[in-house]
């Protein structure tokens, strides 16, 4: 496995770059499947509901635990506390990165299509580092240089087939879709800082 130094600059050359950094079969054992279904129904089941959040885009279910938008299930509290009920695979993702980053992570969250519908995420930019562990299905991730290139049709800086076991680093400001074209269920985790 590479080191902590190797991903830093690794990292920070994708950042330069504006682009995506993919580590290929980085962390092979995956959860699977039945960990993420029981994962999203307790939460559904036991979260209490409170406050509904709704846009044109985000639907938020239970308290702001499970939300579901156009696009896929996004289920929080993947790993908080540093309790791995869920999820014990994710311990040493989280740790090797938390040391990445000399960070915690704010508890990670999954992404779930159940089915995949083909439909792209549109373009975004988020304003914190993001990494993806692709556990289950695969994902296309597309990066462009501004928002507005993926409805010109413009095509993309760069194309990344993320499968099980793979790692992206999606930096800040990097701007970037999505095309989760079969089912498939990753987990995420945010870094404020970037790389140090």
Not at 70 to 97: I, L, N
Not at 155 to 182: M, T, W, Y
Request: with cysteine.
């Amino acid at each position: 496995m590479m080191t902590k130094h190797e991903i830093i600059e690794m990292i920070e050359s994708s950042r330069s770059d504006k682009k995506i950094l993919q580590l290929k079969s980085m962390f092979p054992v995956v959860p699977k499947w039945d960990q993420f279904i029981n994962h999203l129904d307790y939460h559904f089941n036991t979260t209490p509901e409170g406050p509904q959040e709704e846009s044109d885009e985000w639907h938020t279910i239970h308290n702001g635990t499970v939300a579901k938008t156009g696009y896929y299930f996004h289920v929080r509290d993947a790993t908080s506390s540093d309790k791995f009920t869920f999820f014990p695979e994710c311990r040493d993702v989280v740790e090797f990165f938390n040391e990445v980053y000399s960070e915690k992570t704010n508890g990670g969250a999954t992404f779930l299509n159940i089915v995949g519908n083909g439909m792209m995420v549109p373009t975004h930019v988020d304003d914190v580092d993001s990494v993806f562990w692709q556990c289950q299905g695969s994902t296309i991730w597309e990066v462009f240089l501004n928002k507005e290139d993926q409805g010109r049709g413009i095509e993309p800086i760069q194309k990344v087939l993320v499968e099980p076991g793979d790692v992206i680093v999606v930096p800040r400001g990097v701007f970037h879709g999505l095309n989760p074209h079969v089912s498939r269920a990753a987990i995420a985790f945010r870094y404020r800082e970037g790389g140090q």
